[in-house]
């Protein structure tokens, strides 16, 4: 079965400042999707961004990018110019070939003015 | 207006109730799904659906049943509530029949406590 790992259960940032949150993930599949999912204190599971493992680029949203090492099976997320609104839990994401998705823990970030 | 709702937004029951969940999704998206959330841990999927007449279980099951009444609804039971499935339920939807567009949409999440 695939696993997710998120290793960092808190991490905090200064306003303004850039922060990465790190994910690994364990699989046999060459073929799949990854994720990182945002969930501030309403609740909600918000994308912020998706990673297609065929493609070598790495994903880019705005001020959220990502580093995707296949190799490694690692799936980092750079937050760039934190702004106070990007306080919440962030959750990375695996989707398998068969459309099961796996989810890490969470980090749990904290922005400081 | 969401396009992925949950009723009710939170409940309170007792141990050996029936309860029912509901999610409805105005995405028009094929695929639907019901994770729980517990604190400290990640998301963890119920059951899930890829169209009207497919229902396939997920990691934890046991305990629960769905309901796929139409496209747009996916309901979750639970037949005798006990204290562990004391969580925050969360309903998802995903459009497989386009490529680019395979990720899940979630709605706001149930908290549902059981007594």
């Known amino acids: 079965a695939q696993t997710v790992t998120q290793s960092q259960p808190e991490m905090s940032v200064q306003e303004a400042e850039t922060v990465t949150l790190s994910c690994t993930y364990d699989t046999s599949e060459s073929d799949y999707y990854l994720f990182w999912y945002k969930q501030p204190p309403s609740r909600q599971m918000i994308l912020v961004i998706r990673?297609?493992?065929?493609?070598?680029q790495n994903a880019t949203e705005n001020r959220f990018s990502v580093n995707f090492q296949k190799a490694a099976k690692s799936f980092s997320l750079k937050i760039s110019d934190s702004q106070l609104g990007d306080a919440a839990m962030y959750f990375c994401a695996y989707r398998s070939g068969g459309n099961q998705f796996y989810f890490g823990t969470g980090t749990s970030l904290t922005v400081i003015p | 207006d969401a396009d992925v709702t949950q009723t009710p937004r939170n409940r309170i029951t007792k141990t050996g109730k029936r309860i029912m969940l509901e999610c409805s999704q105005t995405k028009g998206h094929d695929r639907m799904y019901w994770y729980r959330q517990d604190p400290g841990l990640g998301l963890q999927l119920i059951y899930y659906?890829?169209?009207?007449?497919?229902?396939n279980k997920g990691e934890i099951s046991d305990g629960y049943s769905v309901s796929r009444q139409a496209q747009a609804k996916f309901s979750l039971s639970l037949e005798s509530a006990i204290p562990n499935q004391t969580a925050l339920y969360f309903c998802?939807?995903?459009?497989?029949?386009?490529?680019?567009?395979?990720?899940?949409?979630f709605g706001p999440g149930t908290r549902l406590t059981v007594l």
């Open positions: 659906s890829f169209d009207v007449k497919d229902i």
């Open positions: 998802a939807t995903s459009d497989h029949t386009k490529r680019d567009t395979d990720t899940q949409y």
């Open positions: 990673q297609e493992a065929y493609k070598q």
